[in-house]
Structures are given as C-alpha cells and as structure tokens.
C-alpha cells in the first residue's frame, strides 16, 4: 500500500556528486522522520542522514559538510546531495520513512529497495 521509490545510484569517480531521490506513494496520511541508511560489507549499517517533519536535521561525523539531506512534503520526497565523493562512501543506501498510512492505526517504518553507490579512487 505505501510504496518507496529511489532513484539517483551509480558508479562515480572520487570528488564527485551524486543526487539520491526517494518517493513515498500510497494511501499515505503523513510522513514524519524522512532519512538515508547505508550499508558497507564489514560494517555495520549506518544512518547518514535523516530530516524530521518539523526540519530538525542529523548527519553522520563521515559526511558532514558534503552532504545534504532535504525534503519535498508536497511531493512526499527526500533527497541526498552528495558532494565530494570518497571511496568509503561506497555502499548500498536505503531510505527509509515513517509514515503513518490511511488503513494502519499507527505510523509505521517503510523501507526502499536500496541503490547501490560506487565510488571509485
């Protein structure tokens, strides 16, 4: 019923850019804390970025300063600009977003498929 749709994955050069797109569908009421995971063979799976309704926003200690998270409520979309690309960037990123539908009685956490980002030395 509530759909997460990413966009914006690939293989890049070190120093580069990458844009990340999520679209939340569905029978959706609201959306609340809006954020990006990623997942790196070895390590444990770390939240890089997240943006809560009301614009309170968090990064991790590796990315500040070279990404940016930010939000669409009208088009119930979350992006992350990611500058300066590094090689320990690499990873599969997933979005996720808490989001309260139409047929649930409470807000629930929704997962997207995950995009693979590369960035290569």
């Known amino acids: 019923q509530v759909q997460l749709v990413e966009s914006g994955g690939g293989l890049v050069q070190a120093g580069g850019s990458l844009r990340l797109s999520c679209a939340a569908s569905g029978s959706i009421i609201s959306v609340n804390v809006m954020g990006w995971y990623r997942q790196t063979p070895g390590k444990q799976r770390e939240l890089v970025a997240a943006?809560?309704?009301?614009?309170?926003?968090n990064y991790a200690d590796s990315v500040k300063g070279r990404f940016t998270i930010s939000r669409d409520n009208t088009k119930k979309t979350v992006y992350l600009q990611m500058n300066s690309l590094k090689p320990e960037d690499t990873g599969v990123y997933s979005c996720?977003?808490?989001?309260?539908?139409?047929?649930?009685?409470?807000?629930?956490?929704?997962w997207g498929q995950g995009t693979q980002v590369t960035v290569s030395s």
């Open positions: 943006a809560t309704s009301d614009d309170s926003i």
């Open positions: 996720v977003c808490n989001i309260k539908s139409r047929v649930g009685y409470r807000a629930e956490d929704y």
